[in-house]
């Protein structure tokens, strides 16, 4: 494979392009960008970087896949969408306000950041995380298995995704009705909840609300009749047709009666 000139390759490109893409060509290091003022997109994916430039304030969209970054440059606050999936990352800097997805899958991240309000995508899994911050109320997916999660936040209503497996849950907040996808296998809480005996378990207490059930009916049986017993001895009492006339029709008073 011929060598890429990284440099050579960005000077060759005109100032006002919106997207850089450079991924797949073993760099090691990535040179300025200042003089993009409109760059919205940079991928560098499947390199060997150990840390980013400066980022130009227009981007939009940051792709840093599977590289050996320890950290991340200051994220410019345009930034919606931030991928750095795959590297050697222990913390986050601040996240930007417009963010709407984070993907930050197996690193060895303890803790995150502030989420932003904007926020609707999370994904955090396999890393090494002990708690998840409060989360903004437009989440809608959570992927957060493989760390080592003992409790959850509250949950925001608009969440249709959770994948929590393989933690250490002992509990779950409460779950609204919006939630599409739900999974949290490898938990002590699916032990708790999903073990062996949980069948058992259930058709007991099915059994016991049945037998519940018919108790309070048969308690509550001669009650109920003395309560219906005028009502049903009027209804029904022959005198009912004593007013009958010739002009009546006696089919259709039957069927009332």
């Known amino acids: 494979m011929a060598e890429f000139y990284v440099e050579k390759y960005l000077n060759s490109l005109p100032d006002d392009l919106e997207i850089i893409d450079v991924s797949f060509n073993n760099l090691k290091y990535l040179p300025d960008l200042s003089r993009f003022k409109n760059l919205k ?21 940051l792709s840093c896949h599977r590289n050996y970054l320890t950290s991340l440059p200051v994220l410019n606050k345009n930034l919606e969408l931030l ?3 795959d590297n050697k990352l222990t913390f986050l800097p601040v996240l930007p306000k417009k ?11 303890i803790l995150l950041p502030i989420l932003p309000n904007y926020l609707e995508e ?13 989360l903004n109320e437009q ?5 957060c298995h493989h760390n080592q999660l003992t409790s959850l936040p509250i949950l925001p209503k608009s969440l249709e995704i959770l994948e929590c ?18 999974s949290y296998n ?37 009650r109920l009749f ?23 029709n006696l089919d259709e008073i039957l069927k009332k009666w």
């Open 83 to 85: 991928n750095c999936i």
């Open 122 to 134: 999370l994904d955090c899994s396999i890393n090494e995380l002990i708690l998840l911050p409060v």
């Open 41 to 61: 997109t940079l991928r560098c994916d499947f390199n060997n970087l150990t840390s980013l430039p400066i980022l130009p304030e227009s981007l939009e969209e």
């Open 226 to 248: 003395k309560l219906m017993e005028p009502i049903i001895k009027k209804r029904y009492h022959p005198s009912y047709l004593n007013n009958l006339t010739e002009d009546d």
């Open 186 to 222: 490898n938990n002590p809480i699916f032990d708790i909840i999903y073990g062996s005996n949980f069948y058992v378990i259930n058709k007991r207490i099915k059994r016991w609300n049945n037998f519940r059930h018919l108790y309070y009916c048969l308690k509550y049986k001669k």
């Open 139 to 143: 989440l809608r997916i959570i992927i």
């Open 165 to 182: 497996n393989n933690n250490q849950l002992t509990s779950l907040p409460y779950l609204n009705g919006q939630l599409k996808d739900l």
């Open 99 to 109: 963010l709407k997805k984070l993907y930050c899958f197996k690193n060895k991240l």
